[in-house]
């Protein structure tokens, strides 16, 4: 997460967003608590380790859609703790989760896909992803019918 303040706003003096995932463990243990990793002037990167991504087989179809989007992305789901910051909740590369987050008014900031992840994701598609056959749904003859079903 970045934290950049804003100028010339009356209304807020800072924004946060998120500017990336990173891949991997450390020490082949999960970390808590967040980090500075980068200061330049006011401007600061927070690092939250010990996230898992799961993939999902019910959810192929929308790892499919995300990765041969324009931009694949990471989606992370943000919650604002007692001070007002945002810390991530979640992380997922399901647009369709992040859609329903968005919808229950919950903040969620795509990142662009890792590299790593990429190609994790794009081999469980290729294992699991079976699209299924669209089929045109018949339309009822109201005139047949009478004005009945």
Excluded at 9 to 24: H, K, L, Q, T
Excluded at 34 to 54: C, M, W
Excluded at 58 to 75: G, K, Q
Aim: charged share 30%; glycine share 8%; net charge neutral.
């Amino acid at each position: 997460m970045q934290l950049t303040p804003v100028t010339g706003n009356p209304w807020i003096d800072c924004r946060w967003e998120a500017v990336g995932v990173m891949v991997g463990r450390r020490g082949g243990q999960q970390e808590a608590g967040a980090k500075l990793i980068h200061r330049t002037g006011d401007t600061r990167q927070v690092l939250y380790p010990g996230f898992e991504i799961s993939l999902h087989t019910d959810e192929c179809e929308s790892y499919y859609h995300n990765l041969v989007s324009a931009r694949p992305c990471c989606y992370v789901v943000v919650r604002s703790d007692e001070q007002g910051v945002p810390v991530p909740a979640l992380v997922s590369l399901s647009f369709d989760e992040a859609h329903a987050y968005l919808e229950a008014d919950e903040d969620v900031f795509p990142v662009d896909l890792a590299p790593e992840l990429y190609r994790w994701t794009e081999r469980f598609v290729i294992d699991h992803y079976v699209p299924r056959k669209r089929t045109r749904r018949r339309r009822d003859d109201w005139k047949r019918a009478g004005g009945r079903r």
